[in-house]
């Protein structure tokens, strides 16, 4: 295992990790980080708990399993390649459009907000929400669209990031951090195992309803006022108060029950909201407009690779999958601008 250096100023102090000759600072090894879960809710999910990874490995000087997923999650392509994926306007003229990334970010933040106020293990809730996202394909949910009939049962981003994590860039993540990518979208089953990953949940619901939101205000598709009345008297304001508010409803809720969740009234208020946003903008004609396009580029480029699979690089043709699957990996990795320039190359 690799050893710390440290400097000879700092003594190994039994039990507490190291510990200062001086008092300027202290150096907070992983047995210090551990130890200082103690603190966490009786229902956190402590780090030293953890399942486990696929493979065994030495842990880490100072860092936690979750706090070590969190930087591999961090360090990956996939991740990267988020600044360029859309969230729900393709091809923004704006610069303040909501991206892949921007929303992955937001959630990221609401996550660590939730974990904190309901003493939860907040770095297992920061790893699972930068990680959540990075299966998306190009061209948001039209992209989950265009690959479904492809696949048996559906092809959905969040076993995509799972598969991203344990195959395409094996990163040998946690299990809890794994469980959590998997289940952060409500209608896979079953839920998260951890309330971390329940927290990423309704983060993900929170970002996307109410950045989408300011997104579609911002594009000129809606006024403050077209907003159900009840969505404004209970979450207020597109952005940063509708925010708050959601994050409130669900702490104020939870510490009153075992599990992570909103009041019945609250929550009902934000299916209303969701059902609103599907119809006025997700489903709205400006969308559509844009879907058969994204549906016809993402489909193009997939029959061509799976019947040329050579055309594509050869860290999509090593992982024993038959040439769909290889074909499927690599146009959902693609970014918008990419898969749009590289269907105009090779279909004209």
Request: net charge negative.
């Amino acid at each position: 295992m690799h050893q710390a250096r440290l400097p000879p100023l700092w003594t190994h102090s039994s039990g507490s990790g190291c510990r200062p000759v001086t008092d300027s600072f202290s150096l907070r090894t992983r047995p210090v980080r551990e130890a200082a879960e103690d603190v966490l809710a009786a229902a956190a999910t402590r780090s030293r708990d953890s399942a486990g990874r696929a493979r065994p490995e030495e842990p880490d000087d100072f860092r936690t399993a979750f706090e070590r997923d969190r930087d591999r999650i961090l360090h990956t392509k996939a991740f990267r390649r988020l600044k360029h994926k859309t969230q729900v306007f393709l091809n923004p003229e704006g610069d303040h459009f909501v991206t892949r990334l921007t929303h992955t970010l937001q959630v990221t933040q609401v996550a660590r907000s939730l974990a904190a106020a309901l003493g939860l293990n907040d770095d297992l809730a920061e790893a699972i929400a930068l990680g959540h996202d990075v299966g998306h394909s190009p061209f948001g949910h039209i992209g989950e669209d265009a690959l479904s009939p492809y696949v048996e049962g559906g092809w959905h981003h969040a076993a995509q990031s799972v598969r991203i994590f344990e195959v395409l860039e094996d990163k040998n993540l946690s299990a809890e951090v794994l469980d959590g990518i998997r289940a952060h979208s409500w209608k896979i089953s079953p839920p998260p195992a951890t309330p971390e990953g329940a927290c990423v949940r309704y983060a993900d619901r929170i970002a996307y309803l109410s950045h989408d939101a300011l997104d579609a205000v911002r594009a000129g598709l809606l006024v403050e006022a077209d907003f159900p009345a009840d969505v404004r008297d209970r979450f207020g304001h597109a952005g940063s108060q509708m925010v708050g508010s959601m994050i409130d409803a669900v702490v104020s809720n939870t510490v009153l029950g075992d599990t992570v969740s909103m009041s019945a009234p609250d929550l009902a208020v934000m299916s209303d909201f969701r059902d609103f946003m599907f119809e006025r903008v997700y489903f709205s004609d400006h969308h559509l407009d844009h879907k058969a396009k994204a549906i016809t580029i993402i489909r193009d480029l997939v029959d061509l690779h799976h019947t040329e699979p050579g055309r594509m690089p050869v860290t999509y043709r090593d992982h024993g999958t038959d040439t769909l699957s290889q074909a499927i990996d690599y146009v959902a990795g693609m970014t918008d601008r990419f898969a749009t320039s590289a269907h105009a190359r090779l279909c004209g």
